[in-house]
């Protein structure tokens, strides 16, 4: 599984965009590339996956260049609900392993 | 989607006991898994709950200290064995759904122990 590196924390403020690259320079042919969010006391929830390109969804977009060895996870027009920690995660995406290895995560911050 | 819940939410537990956390999901599937998030920490999984058969563990933890039972499609269960205060942490267990591409992880609520 490929290792995934994203920035730490992050700070924001209502109604801005963020946008949180992750870097996953080891990524295989047939990995996913998959957004979670988790907010204090929950579970981890799912927010957006992709392969390539752009992926939209109600919730976020998700850019990956060409090379896949990156992605974006852009959110428009924060709240301060959105204020979480946010999992870049590569995997197969099949139900073969389904096995997610989480990293750090980033800890977003969404300021009035 | 997938509606997973966990037995008990939270416990405060002595050294040297043991604890049972249970995960039930709404419909059958297939993957399910067991992590440990640590206060302040991301993730680590555990292992892997196979029906029918012995979990597959991930390096770092073994049978004696986290047995894990699968009797059917819809349940699992966890047991934190000889408890120590270092393992004290949220315990999840999630399933997995596949999409038109890809797969969707569900994670539970949590369990989360406190051990004294």
């Known amino acids: 599984l490929a290792k995934t590196t994203q920035p730490i924390s992050m700070d924001s403020y209502e109604g801005q965009e963020v946008n949180i690259t992750c870097s996953h320079n080891n990524i295989a042919t047939n990995d996913y590339i998959t957004w979670y969010q988790q907010f204090p006391s929950q579970g981890p929830r799912f927010i957006i996956q992709?392969?390539?390109t752009k992926v939209t969804n109600e919730v976020a977009s998700l850019f990956i260049p060409a090379d896949r060895k990156s992605s974006t996870l852009s959110l428009p027009r924060v709240s301060l609900s959105d204020t979480a920690v946010y999992y870049c995660l590569v995997g197969d995406g099949s139900s073969n392993t389904g096995k997610l290895i989480f990293g750090q995560g980033t800890t977003l911050q969404v300021k009035p | 989607s997938a509606v997973i819940s966990q037995k008990p939410s939270r416990d405060i537990c002595q050294r040297g006991t043991s604890l049972t956390i249970q995960c039930q999901v709404d419909?059958?599937?297939?993957?399910m898994f067991w992590y440990r998030q640590q206060p302040g920490q991301s993730l680590t999984l555990i292992a892997t709950?196979?029906?029918?058969?012995?979990?597959?563990?991930e390096s770092g933890f073994v049978i004696d200290k986290f047995p894990i039972s699968r009797p059917n499609l819809t349940f699992s269960t966890l047991t934190v064995s000889n408890m120590s205060p270092e393992d004290s942490s949220i315990y999840l267990c999630?399933?997995?759904?596949?999409?038109?591409?890809?797969?969707?992880?569900?994670f539970g609520p949590g369990t989360r122990l406190t051990v004294t």
């Open positions: 709950a196979n029906q029918g058969s012995e979990a597959t563990y």
């Open positions: 992709g392969y390539k």
């Open positions: 419909s059958q599937v297939t993957m």
């Open positions: 999630s399933v997995v759904r596949l999409r038109d591409l890809g797969s969707e992880q569900y």
